[in-house]
């Protein structure tokens, strides 16, 4: 593994209008890791998933899969912005250290994707072809069996393939990101009608072949778990689309479009119909990366860099298929022990009576603990909600809901119930606007009060507000939550909630949607930590609270669980703390661009990070407090655009044991992982944490699915 070490931030100074006194935090480039370059070591961190030779073969074939994904939004969105910011108005010394950062970047990517490749083929689809499972050669074939996919090419490929070659009258043609295609460079038989300024070079001209996405990338050759490409098998038939080709003149190429278009909010006189115009722009975003088949020849490559406009530093040589997302079709096949067994989920009793849900709130917060318990809870809190003729209104904050999202009809139901019915969706979460937006079309025909985002602001916080008439009172039910009201995702993500009827927290919730639904200002919150209001504010304050502490001589202690920490004046103060005595354990899942264990700055701070078969999503934060602990989850990270740009919500846990449990169980059941926590060093590169050589290896994940009395501990109410 390549060491890090000469990752140094790119920017030294650090600027937040939304601050107090809209203070400069000042820090030296060595204190800094590059976010994009600590990006990257997450894509390491999840590619040595699929390396581990102790997980079930198609698990590790998933986190093939996962890596691709992961590179193909790390171009999209960060490489895309570090080549916009090439312009006439940048810096000189700012131009020389982006130039030096794509290069860095592209040497991580490079190095990356060969071991990507070599672990596919040397190591995980020989050990699958000896389960039985196996990627074969169409020419390698018996004939009976080549006879065979020749006839389903026929039948179901042939007839939606479309060759299309650059000549006068069709010129190079647009290039979809994402795609499949194969190109190729032949000698037409009406060349002499091609002008010579459309030729390749001689009187060669250049036909691609774009496979549609709708075509299985994996095309079964029996019923048991043999396959080939449908590129090798469009290439073995191209004479039928091509006559004057051979398959060995069919090359395999990808592009990647820079995805993140500026939205301008501020001339937006509608903004969902401003984020429908944007998603039909991204689809003509800038090409920043073009990957080809190795085998490609270099005419072929130096025709699509010209005809793409771009530099062959933009240009990945692949050795083996491209776009290795579409393996995850073989996890599909029903072998369950070549997967991990399936998750324990556990049930808490209260919600196994039949009881409301609305009296076991009332008796006590209830905390859930997903995915070891089902997020069936919540949907069926909405569900009683819905139905109960006591409810008067339900507000609801929506990311992140997925295609098939149980929640939405949900609220439909509510509002034909007669129920004041008020979704905030935020059409801006990236990758998720068009399912965000036909959701929110669809309530608002229901008569929905539907608000499409703030200008200005993402709205992230995870939050409902359920109001219900009791005994000629009124009553607030909140839940509170570290995840998206995603049932799909629920499934995988680690996330935490709060469901509580707590009057200060209730009535922080009706302020909050009054914000969200007429800009109601509002910066100051009787319980809950809201960006961009209060949250940078108090976090600054709480981690400042422990410095004085230490110096004070009194307990000063913080660990904090979140995904990602990229916010200067966040570092600062953990420096600082760090400096005054305070013991600081940071669990990031990803970006973490505070350098630990540097003497005299942060030889109090340890960074680990844990890659395991759920995505970790939680946010957790934990003060000492001098004895008196403070512990709060919520949706935000210690990032500018959660601190500064979006509507975040942290709320502070009361309940003595939850406290309790969070602090004692909970954290430091992370802190103690050995099976997928990894270590930050000062230099920016992770590695294992081992166990003791008198202990086993010990997960945090598989603990709590083991130790089903924590999990009932978590939901039990009162104090």
Same mark, same amino acid.
């Given at each position: 593994?390549?060491?890090?070490?000469?990752?140094?931030?790119?920017?030294?100074?650090?600027?937040?209008?939304?601050?107090?006194?809209?203070?400069?935090?000042?820090?030296?480039?060595?204190?800094?890791?590059?976010?994009?370059?600590?990006?990257?070591?997450?894509?390491?961190?999840?590619?040595?998933?699929?390396?581990?030779?102790?997980?079930?073969?198609?698990?590790?074939?998933?986190?093939?899969?996962?890596?691709?994904?992961?590179?193909?939004?790390?171009?999209?969105?960060?490489?895309?912005?570090?080549?916009?910011?090439?312009?006439?108005?940048?810096?000189?010394?700012?131009?020389?250290?982006?130039?030096?950062?794509?290069?860095?970047?592209?040497?991580?990517?490079?190095?990356?994707?060969?071991?990507?490749?070599?672990?596919?083929?040397?190591?995980?689809?020989?050990?699958?072809?000896?389960?039985?499972?196996?990627?074969?050669? %169409?020419?390698?074939?018996?004939?009976?069996?080549?006879?065979?996919?020749?006839?389903?090419?026929?039948?179901?490929?042939?007839?939606?393939?479309?060759?299309?070659?650059?000549?006068?009258?069709?010129?190079?043609?647009? !290039?979809?990101?994402?795609?499949?295609?194969?190109?190729?460079?032949?000698?037409?038989?009406?060349?002499?009608?091609?002008?010579?300024?459309?030729?390749?070079?001689?009187?060669?001209?250049?036909?691609?072949?774009? !496979?549609?996405?709708?075509?299985?990338?994996? *095309?079964?050759?029996?019923?048991?778990?043999?396959?080939?490409?449908?590129?090798?098998?469009?290439?073995?038939?191209?004479?039928?689309?091509?006559?004057?080709?051979?398959? +060995?003149?069919?090359?395999?190429?990808? *592009?990647?479009?820079?995805?993140? &278009?500026?939205?301008?909010?501020?001339?937006?006189?509608?903004?969902?119909?401003?984020?429908?115009?944007?998603?039909?722009?991204?689809?003509?975003?800038?090409?920043?990366?073009?990957?080809? @088949?190795?085998?490609?020849?270099?005419?072929?490559?130096?025709?699509?860099?010209?005809?793409?406009?771009?530099?062959?530093?933009?240009?990945?040589?692949?050795?083996?298929?491209?776009?290795?997302?579409?393996?995850?079709?073989?996890?599909?096949?029903?072998?369950?022990?070549?997967?991990?067994?399936?998750?324990?989920?556990?049930?808490?009793?209260?919600?196994?009576?039949?009881?409301?849900?609305?009296?076991?709130?009332?008796?006590?917060?209830?905390?859930?603990?997903?995915? %070891?318990?089902?997020?069936? !809870?919540?949907?069926?809190?909405?569900?009683?909600?819905?139905?109960?003729?006591?409810?008067?209104?339900?507000?609801?904050?929506?990311?992140?809901?997925?295609?098939?999202?149980? &929640?939405?009809?949900?609220?439909?139901?509510?509002?034909?119930?007669?129920?004041?019915?008020?979704?905030?969706?935020? *059409?801006?979460?990236?990758?998720? #606007?068009?399912?965000? *937006?036909?959701?929110?079309?669809?309530?608002?025909? @229901?008569?929905?009060?539907?608000?499409?985002?703030?200008?200005?602001?993402?709205?992230?916080?995870?939050?409902?507000?359920?109001?219900?008439?009791?005994?000629?009172?009124?009553?607030?039910?909140?839940?509170?939550?570290?995840?998206?009201?995603?049932?799909?995702?629920?499934?995988?993500?680690?996330?935490?909630?709060?469901?509580?009827?707590?009057?200060?927290?209730?009535?922080?919730?009706?302020?909050?949607?009054?914000?969200?639904?007429? %800009?109601?200002?509002?910066?100051?919150?009787?319980?809950?930590?809201? @960006?961009?209001?209060?949250?940078?504010?108090?976090?600054?304050?709480?981690?400042?609270?422990?410095?004085?502490?230490?110096? +004070?001589?009194?307990?000063?202690?913080? !660990?904090?669980?979140?995904?990602?920490?990229?916010?200067?004046?966040?570092?600062?103060?953990?420096?600082?703390?760090?400096? +005054?005595?305070?013991?600081?354990?940071? &669990?990031?899942?990803?970006?973490?661009?505070?350098?630990?264990?540097?003497?005299?700055?942060?030889?109090?701070?340890?960074?680990?990070?844990?890659?395991?078969?759920?995505?970790?999503?939680?946010?957790?934060?934990?003060?000492?407090?001098?004895?008196?602990? #403070?512990?709060?989850?919520?949706?935000?990270?210690?990032?500018?655009?959660?601190?500064?740009?979006?509507?975040?919500?942290?709320?502070?846990? #009361?309940?003595?044991?939850?406290?309790?449990?969070?602090?004692?169980?909970?954290?430091?059941?992370?802190?103690?992982?050995?099976?997928? @926590?990894?270590?930050?060093?000062?230099?920016?590169?992770?590695?294992?944490?081992?166990?003791?050589?008198? #202990?086993?290896?010990?997960?945090?994940?598989?603990?709590?699915?083991?130790?089903?009395?924590?999990?009932?501990?978590?939901?039990?109410?009162?104090?």
């Amino acid at each position: 593994m390549s060491s890090p070490s000469t990752q140094r931030s790119t920017v030294g100074t650090w600027v937040y209008p939304y601050a107090d006194d809209k203070q400069t935090v000042h820090l030296e480039h060595d204190l800094l890791i590059n976010r994009d370059l600590s990006l990257i070591e997450f894509n390491r961190r999840v590619l040595e998933e699929a390396q581990d030779q102790h997980l079930p073969l198609l698990e590790r074939l998933k986190f093939i899969s996962i890596f691709s994904m992961l590179l193909d939004e790390f171009f999209m969105i960060r490489v895309s912005a570090l080549k916009e910011n090439f312009s006439d108005s940048v810096e000189p010394n700012d131009l020389i250290s982006r130039t030096k950062l794509l290069k860095e970047i592209r040497l991580s990517v490079t190095e990356l994707a060969a071991e990507q490749m070599a672990c596919l083929k040397n190591d995980i689809l020989p050990a699958l072809e000896e389960k039985g499972i196996s990627i074969v050669r %169409y020419e390698s074939l018996p004939s009976q069996e080549r006879d065979r996919l020749a006839r389903y090419f026929s039948e179901q490929i042939y007839p939606v393939l479309t060759p299309q070659a650059v000549d006068p009258s069709h010129p190079f043609p647009y !290039i979809s990101g994402g795609s499949l295609n194969l190109g190729l460079i032949v000698r037409p038989h009406l060349f002499k009608r091609v002008r010579r300024a459309h030729r390749i070079s001689g009187d060669e001209l250049f036909i691609r072949i774009k !496979i549609p996405q709708f075509v299985d990338r994996l *095309i079964p050759v029996d019923k048991h778990g043999r396959f080939v490409l449908v590129e090798d098998l469009i290439a073995a038939h191209i004479k039928t689309l091509v006559p004057e080709a051979e398959p +060995a003149d069919c090359h395999a190429f990808r *592009i990647t479009r820079d995805a993140d &278009i500026e939205l301008r909010e501020e001339e937006a006189h509608d903004l969902l119909q401003e984020m429908e115009d944007n998603l039909r722009q991204r689809r003509f975003g800038e090409v920043v990366r073009l990957e080809v @088949a190795a085998a490609m020849t270099g005419r072929m490559r130096k025709y699509l860099r010209r005809s793409l406009e771009i530099r062959s530093r933009d240009v990945y040589q692949i050795d083996g298929p491209l776009n290795l997302v579409d393996l995850s079709q073989l996890y599909k096949i029903n072998r369950p022990e070549l997967k991990y067994a399936p998750l324990k989920i556990t049930r808490p009793p209260e919600f196994e009576t039949g009881e409301s849900t609305f009296d076991i709130i009332k008796r006590g917060d209830v905390m859930l603990h997903h995915p %070891y318990m089902p997020y069936s !809870i919540i949907t069926d809190f909405i569900a009683e909600a819905a139905e109960d003729p006591d409810v008067l209104a339900i507000k609801i904050c929506l990311y992140r809901m997925g295609p098939e999202s149980p &929640i939405p009809p949900l609220l439909i139901k509510a509002s034909e119930n007669g129920k004041q019915v008020t979704v905030l969706i935020e *059409i801006k979460a990236r990758f998720d #606007e068009e399912n965000n *937006i036909e959701w929110a079309k669809k309530l608002e025909r @229901a008569g929905v009060h539907v608000i499409y985002g703030l200008m200005g602001l993402k709205t992230h916080a995870k939050t409902t507000l359920i109001v219900r008439r009791e005994k000629n009172k009124l009553r607030r039910y909140v839940h509170l939550a570290t995840g998206n009201y995603n049932p799909q995702t629920s499934a995988t993500y680690t996330d935490l909630g709060l469901l509580t009827v707590n009057e200060d927290i209730g009535k922080d919730a009706t302020e909050l949607f009054n914000f969200l639904t007429a %800009y109601s200002p509002q910066d100051k919150f009787r319980k809950l930590l809201v @960006a961009p209001a209060n949250l940078r504010r108090s976090m600054i304050d709480l981690i400042r609270r422990e410095a004085e502490n230490a110096r +004070a001589g009194k307990p000063a202690r913080i !660990i904090a669980k979140n995904n990602r920490i990229a916010d200067a004046e966040i570092v600062s103060t953990l420096y600082e703390a760090s400096q +005054a005595g305070v013991e600081i354990d940071l &669990i990031v899942r990803g970006i973490c661009t505070l350098r630990p264990g540097l003497p005299g700055v942060s030889e109090n701070i340890r960074v680990r990070s844990i890659v395991g078969r759920l995505l970790e999503h939680s946010r957790v934060y934990y003060f000492e407090n001098g004895g008196d602990p #403070e512990v709060y989850l919520g949706s935000s990270d210690w990032m500018p655009r959660n601190l500064d740009r979006r509507v975040e919500v942290i709320t502070p846990i #009361e309940v003595p044991k939850f406290k309790s449990f969070l602090k004692d169980e909970y954290l430091s059941t992370y802190l103690r992982d050995t099976a997928e @926590a990894r270590e930050l060093g000062p230099d920016g590169s992770y590695h294992r944490i081992l166990p003791i050589a008198s #202990e086993n290896e010990f997960s945090a994940q598989m603990s709590f699915q083991e130790q089903s009395n924590i999990i009932d501990f978590t939901a039990r109410t009162g104090s």
